[in-house]
């Protein structure tokens, strides 16, 4: 089992820079898929971005590609991961969710940012963005 918990999310004006951070419990030092996905009011959630703790895949959504950035922590727990957004948005606003594959899952191209792929979620954590 895993649990995952984001933090960093907060209130910011368009054009600003937010970090977020999602600390994970369990299958410690296992690779494994990680990604982050959000979910606006009255939307379906969406990937926004994913990475391969074991090597340096990663995964964008188009909407967020050369403004976000996923990475992990340089050690071998393989555990956290971060999001860096640059030149937000309003339309980023959204509740944010880290979550993660189960270790020796195969994640085929194209799956590494669809919700259903993923077994493990934490509670998500509020990005505003006023305009």
């Known amino acids: 089992q895993m649990q995952l918990v984001e933090s960093g999310g907060g209130s910011v004006q368009a054009g600003g820079s937010l970090r977020l951070s999602c600390a994970a419990s369990?299958?410690?030092?296992?690779?494994?898929?990680m990604g982050w996905f959000r979910q606006a009011p009255g939307k379906e959630r969406e990937g926004v971005a994913a990475?391969?703790?074991?090597?340096?895949?990663?995964?964008?959504a188009d909407s967020v590609k050369g403004r976000f950035t996923i990475s992990q922590d340089n050690d071998n727990v393989k555990n956290t991961v971060y999001l860096q957004m640059n030149s937000l948005t309003p339309e980023d606003t959204a509740v944010y969710f880290c979550?993660?594959?189960?270790?020796?899952?195969?994640?085929?191209?194209?799956?590494?940012?669809?919700?259903?792929?993923?077994?493990?979620w934490g509670q998500g954590t509020q990005v505003t963005v006023s305009s």
């Open positions: 979550a993660a594959v189960r270790p020796g899952t195969w994640v085929g191209y194209g799956a590494a940012l669809r919700p259903n792929t993923y077994n493990y």
């Open positions: 369990g299958y410690t030092y296992s690779s494994k898929w």
């Open positions: 990475i391969y703790t074991g090597g340096s895949s990663t995964y964008y």
